[in-house]
C-alpha cells in the first residue's frame, strides 16, 4: 500500500506561483509514474501533469504548460507540482496520483488517463482570486 499526501494548496493572487508536494509512504514510489489531477465541483476529474519513474520525461496538459512543472525527488520519495502564473481557471482540488507497475514491468508509464493510477492522495485546495 501506498499513501500519498499532498501539501502547499493555498490561496493566492492571479499571477502568483505556488508549489505543491505530494509525500509518499509505505513503500518507495522510485519505479512509478506519477500524476497530477484537479477537479473543480461538478465536474471530472481532469489530467495537469505526469513523469516518469526518472523524473527525465514530463507531459502537461495544453491548458498548465509553460507555466506548471512536475519533478520528483527519488531520494525524498516526493513529487512536486510548480505552478506559476495562476489564473482563477486554476482553481481547484489538486491530486496527487501514483500508478503501480504492471506484473514484471520494471517501472510504470506516464498516463494522462485518472483510470491507470492506482493510489490517490485526499487533495490539496488551491484557489485563485482574480
Known amino acids: 500500500q501506498v499513501q500519498l499526501v499532498e501539501s502547499g494548496g493555498g490561496l493566492v493572487q492571479a499571477g502568483d506561483s505556488l508549489r505543491l508536494s505530494c509525500a509518499a509512504s509505505?513503500?518507495?514510489?522510485?519505479?512509478?509514474?506519477m500524476g497530477w489531477f484537479r477537479q473543480t465541483p461538478g465536474k471530472e476529474r481532469e489530467f495537469v501533469s505526469t513523469?516518469?519513474?526518472?523524473?527525465?520525461?514530463?507531459y502537461y496538459a495544453d491548458s498548465v504548460k509553460g507555466r506548471f512543472t512536475i519533478s520528483r525527488d527519488n531520494a525524498k520519495n516526493t513529487v512536486y507540482l510548480q505552478m506559476a502564473s495562476l489564473k482563477p481557471e486554476d482553481t481547484a482540488v489538486y491530486y496527487c496520483?501514483?500508478?503501480?507497475?504492471?506484473?514484471?514491468?520494471?517501472?510504470?508509464?506516464?498516463?494522462?488517463?485518472?483510470?491507470?493510477?492506482?493510489?490517490w492522495g485526499q487533495g490539496t485546495q488551491v484557489t485563485v482570486s482574480s
Open positions: 513523469l516518469t519513474w526518472s523524473g527525465n520525461a514530463t
Open positions: 496520483a501514483a500508478r503501480i507497475p504492471r506484473t514484471y514491468a520494471p517501472y510504470s508509464r506516464p498516463s494522462a488517463s485518472s483510470s491507470d493510477y492506482d493510489y
Open positions: 509505505g513503500r518507495t514510489i522510485n519505479n512509478y509514474a
